[in-house]
Every structure is written in structure tokens, then in C-alpha cells.
């Protein structure tokens, strides 16, 4: 090796400690950085994978609990924490207070749920206007209901419309319904009646032509 390479290798190295003595605290702590920002979003995974099964027994604890027709279910439902599970705790709780026939309370637990889930508010807003409807209050169902046209939804409101009085809105928003019904189940011939009743004409099917 020529004796010009071998001073070039050591004026390399001599460079390397030199950025070393100048770098090295700064790389280390680098480094120190990286590794606990890995070990922090380790432990972050994990704090949110034991709070979701904490979540699912506790969920799981109030719905025994409403069951078993436990005076301590409504408490036990409140106790969770905002979300899903809460939501469809709640959704239970309501359930089982309307089969008790506690339509009161049922109400109260329904107007208590806030979801940000589209589908699954459009569910309780439907339920809560029937519970509103069978209590004498079809003004407040109806505003529940006045936006959306899936066929719960323009089922619902059509009821509330009769509950008004408002037969001809009722007519449409049975008809719209009867647009979404699938020919032959059951659901689509409480729609054909209740159009009827209001006083309109069930279109025809292929199988009643």
C-alpha cells in the first residue's frame, strides 16, 4: 500500500473521532430518543389494548346486569365510558325498560345517548320517535325523524304524520317506504296496510299482476 493511502486512511480517521468528539453526545441522545419513543408507543398499545378490554367487561357487567334486572344496570350503564359500548348499553337498557313498560324511562335513556356514528343515531332517533308516538308526543317524533329516507326512517315518520293527522305526508312517506320494501316479507305488507289506512293505493307487484 502506497504510502499516500495509508496517510489518507488516517486523515479519514482522524476525521471520524474528530466528528465523534464534536457529534457524539448529540448522536447518543439521538439514538436514546429513538429508542424511547419506540418503547413509548409499545406501552401506548398496550394502555389502549387493556382499556378496551376493560371497556368490553365492564360492558359486558351492565348488560348482565340489565338481564338479570339488577337495580344497579342503569348505574352501571351510565358508568362507561362515552363510545360504542356505551351506546349499545344503552340501547339495551332502553329495550328492556320498554318491555317492562317503563316507556318513561326508556325515553329518558334513549334522548341520553350521543353517537357519532350516523347509522346507529338514525337507529336510536327511530326508536325514540316510535316510544314518542306511542306517548302522545308524535310533534317531537316527527322532528326526530324529518331528515333521512332509509325505509325505517320514512316508515316511522309516516306514523308520526297519521298520529298528526297529516294523511296525505303520511301517504308519501309510506309510499317512498313501499319504494324499499322487498316484495313478499312481512315488513313490506304492514307498509301496504298502513298506506291503505291512510288512504292510498299500494302499487302492484309483478306477482300481483
Known sequence: MAI????D???QSERVREWLRRNGSALILGIALGLAAIGGWQWWQRHQTNKQYEAAANYQAAVDAIKANDKAAAGKVNGLPDGMFRTLAQLELARSQVQANQNEAAIATLRAIRSEDPALAAIVNQRLARLLIDSKQADAALKLVANGDSLATLEVRGDA???L?????ARDSYSKALLKAE???PQRRVLEL???DAG???PKTESQS
Open 4 to 7: 499516500d493511502e495509508l496517510l
Open 9 to 11: 486512511e488516517h486523515e
Open 161 to 163: 304524520q297519521m298520529a
Open 165 to 169: 293527522g297529516q294523511r296525505e305526508q
Open 183 to 185: 316484495v313478499g316479507t
Open 194 to 196: 298502513k298506506l291503505t
Open 200 to 202: 292510498g293505493t299500494p
